[in-house]
C-alpha cells in the first residue's frame, strides 16, 4: 500500500484521508445521524458528515498515541434509514417539545417518537454486535447522546462487565425527558436500568442537571460516581492538581471501559453550537490528557462513542465544531 501519512488527504480517501477498506481496518467508526430529541438547537444528525470533512486536517502522528492510523480505520456510510427515521421523529417531536414536553392525549406522538428511537437502538445493537464478533473495535459517532445505547449493550454482552467514563455536562439521568422514553437526555439512566452489566458508571464535567437526577445517580450507590465540575474547580483552587483528580477518576473504573464523550463537556469555546452549550466545563488540553491517563492506566478501552457534534449554521465561517471533534475522535481511536 502507498500511502503518505504526511501527504494531504486525497479526494475520496476515507476518514482522516486514510485508505483502509472495512477489511483492511481494526478500528471501525459507526456513524449514526439521529436527534429525534434534541430539546435545544439541533443538527448533531449531520455530525458524522461534518466531522468526516474537517477529518482531512488532522495531522496523523499523534505525540502520544503514535502512529493510530497503522491499526485501520474505516468509517461506515450513514445509514439513509436512520437519518430519514431522525428526521420523520423529529418532525413530530418538535411541537410537543417546543410546548415544553408532551402531556395527557400526546400518547400517539410520544409512541410514535418512541417507536422510531428503538428502531435506531435495535440497529446500532445489530451493527456493532457484528462488527465486534469479528474481532474489530467499535467507535460510535452521534447523533445525539441517545445514539449508543445499542453499542454499550453489545459491549456489555460481549465483555460480561464494563465501566462507562462519561465526559459531559449532564447527568443524562433524567425519566424520559419531555416524554420521550429515549431521550438523549435520559441515555445513562436508561444504560444503568436496562445494562445489567454496566457494572460503574463515571461521570466528569458534570455541570447543569435537576434534583431527580441527583437523586437517581444517588441510588446507584458506588455503581455511580459524579465527578461535579464546581467541586473539581473547587479543589484546585485550593491546591489539589488535575493529575490527582484524574488518578480518582479512573481508580474508580473497572478494567474494561467505554468511553461516552458528549462534546458539550467540553467549554463552549470548544463546542459553541452543541444542542446544549453550559459555561464552564474541560478544556480541550483536560479531557485529552484525562483519556491519556486512563490509557496509562493499562485500562482496556472497548469502545466510545463521541456525540452531540454539531457543525454551524454558516458555511463561510471555519468549522470550530466538527474541528474540535474530528480530533477528538482521532485520540479515541488511539484508545482503541
Ligand atoms: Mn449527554
Known amino acids: 500500500m502507498h500511502f503518505d501519512p504526511d501527504a494531504a488527504a486525497k479526494p475520496g480517501s476515507g476518514i482522516f484521508g486514510l485508505p483502509h477498506l472495512l477489511e483492511d481496518a481494526r478500528i471501525v467508526l459507526l456513524p449514526v445521524p439521529f436527534d429525534a430529541t434534541t430539546s ?91 462488527l465486534l464478533s469479528k474481532g474489530k473495535r467499535v467507535g ?11 453499542l454499550i449493550r453489545a459491549l456489555a454482552e460481549m465483555h460480561g462487565e464494563i465501566g462507562i467514563l462519561q465526559l459531559d455536562a449532564h447527568l443524562d439521568h433524567r425519566d424520559a425527558f419531555e416524554g420521550f422514553a429515549w431521550s438523549h437526555a435520559s441515555i445513562m439512566r436508561n444504560v444503568l436500568s436496562r445494562i445489567p452489566g454496566v457494572a460503574r458508571l463515571v461521570q466528569v464535567g458534570i455541570r447543569d442537571f ?55 463537556g467540553l467549554a463552549p469555546s470548544c463546542c459553541p453550537h452543541t444542542g446544549t452549550p453550559v459555561p464552564g466545563g474541560l478544556a480541550y488540553n483536560e479531557a485529552t490528557y484525562l483519556l491519556w491517563k486512563l490509557k496509562e492506566s493499562g485500562r482496556t478501552v472497548v ?23 474530528a480530533r477528538l475522535l482521532y485520540t479515541m481511536c488511539g484508545l482503541l
Do not use: W
Open 40 to 130: 435545544y438547537g439541533n443538527g448533531t444528525a449531520n455530525g458524522p458528515d461534518a466531522i468526516f470533512d474537517a477529518s482531512s486536517q488532522v495531522d496523523l502522528y499523534h505525540r502520544r498515541f503514535g502512529r493510530i492510523y497503522e491499526q485501520g480505520i474505516h468509517m461506515l456510510a450513514p445509514d439513509d434509514r436512520i437519518a430519514q427515521l431522525s428526521a420523520e421523529a423529529r418532525e413530530i417531536a418538535v411541537p410537543l417539545i417546543e410546548k415544553g414536553g408532551a402531556d395527557s392525549g400526546d400518547e400517539r406522538e410520544v409512541a410514535r417518537v418512541n417507536l422510531a428511537s428503538e428502531e435506531m437502538n435495535a440497529f446500532v445493537y445489530r451493527q456493532a454486535a457484528g
Open 140 to 150: 460510535l459517532v452521534g447523533g445525539d447522546h441517545s445514539t449508543p445505547f445499542g
Open 210 to 264: 435537576g434534583a431527580s437526577e441527583v437523586e437517581f445517580a444517588k441510588s446507584q450507590g458506588s455503581r455511580c460516581a459524579v465527578f461535579y465540575d464546581e467541586v473539581m474547580f473547587e479543589e484546585r483552587a485550593s491546591g489539589a492538581t488535575f493529575e490527582s483528580q484524574c488518578k480518582r477518576i479512573i481508580d474508580a473504573l473497572p478494567e474494561r471501559v467505554h468511553v461516552s464523550f458528549d462534546i458539550d
Open 303 to 325: 469502545g466510545f462513542d463521541l456525540v452531540e457534534v454539531c457543525p454551524g449554521p454558516n458555511e463561510d465561517e471555519p468549522e470550530l465544531d466538527a474541528n474540535v471533534g
